[in-house]
């Protein structure tokens, strides 16, 4: 069966800090993988997805990056946090686009 | 105007109580997702949709195209059933994104 593991599940980090969260998929073969962020009070909004090994499409600008080095793996970075960047990051993957997508347990980020 | 609109944005209910939960989209979809998230954060997929109805256990799913409709039910409501559903549609085509409701907030009192 397929799972998808996140960490770490929780983080607070400075203004100003580099970050980088893991995302991994075990079970599946080439899989769609997706970054989600949830800020507080709003809705889960789409901020990466990946067809494939080093293929990356941003869904909004922003100074979080996103990178693919292996097949089940997916990585969120930034260079500097801002405080904007505080909120539930979620990892997700699926078969195919229109497909159900299932989510990692994610992780929160605090940046103070 | 959001693409996605859910109704209600919070719904309190006694144990029982028949739920139902709507989300209206205003783009053409090739699937559309009815999510759960529970308190502390995580999310799970309960339903995707693209025509007609789907039914798990106490929960199912409808969904009109023609009118850009889909409704999510509980039958026989549980203080466990306490979470945010999330009404999610993948717009497909040349401009393919997923875009989301932002969530109804339902409350089971026992």
């Known amino acids: 069966s397929q799972t998808i593991h996140q960490w770490p599940a929780t983080l607070v980090q400075p203004v100003g800090s580099p970050l980088s969260l893991e995302c991994t998929v075990e079970?599946?073969?080439?899989?769609?993988l997706y970054w989600y962020r949830q800020a507080a009070g709003r809705g889960l909004q789409l901020l990466f997805y990946?067809?494939?090994?080093?293929?990356i499409s941003s869904e909004v600008p922003q100074n979080l990056s996103a990178s693919r080095p292996q097949d089940r793996q997916f990585i969120l970075s930034s260079k500097k946090l801002l405080l904007s960047d505080s909120g539930f990051y979620l990892c997700?993957?699926?078969?195919?686009?229109?497909?159900?997508?299932?989510f990692g347990p994610g992780t929160r980020l605090t940046v103070l | 105007k959001n693409e996605v609109e859910q109704s209600p944005q919070n719904l309190t209910a006694q144990e029982g109580e028949f739920i139902t939960i709507n989300c209206s989209y205003s783009?053409?979809?090739?699937?559309l997702h009815w999510l759960q998230q529970h308190p502390g954060g995580g999310i799970v997929s309960l339903f995707m949709?693209?025509?007609g109805k789907k039914k798990h256990g106490r929960l199912i799913a409808t969904i009109n195209i023609q009118e850009k409709h889909s409704s999510l039910h509980i039958t026989a409501s549980h203080p466990r059933d306490s979470a945010v559903y999330i009404c999610?549609?993948?717009?497909?085509?040349?401009?393919?994104?997923?875009?989301f409701g932002k969530g109804t907030r339902l409350h089971i009192l026992p």
């Open positions: 997700a993957w699926s078969g195919g686009f229109a497909d159900t997508q299932y």
């Open positions: 990946s067809v494939g090994i080093g293929q």
């Open positions: 999610a549609v993948r717009s497909g085509g040349r401009d393919d994104k997923i875009i």
């Open positions: 079970g599946t073969s080439n899989p769609n």
């Open positions: 949709l693209s025509s």
């Open positions: 783009v053409g979809i090739s699937a």
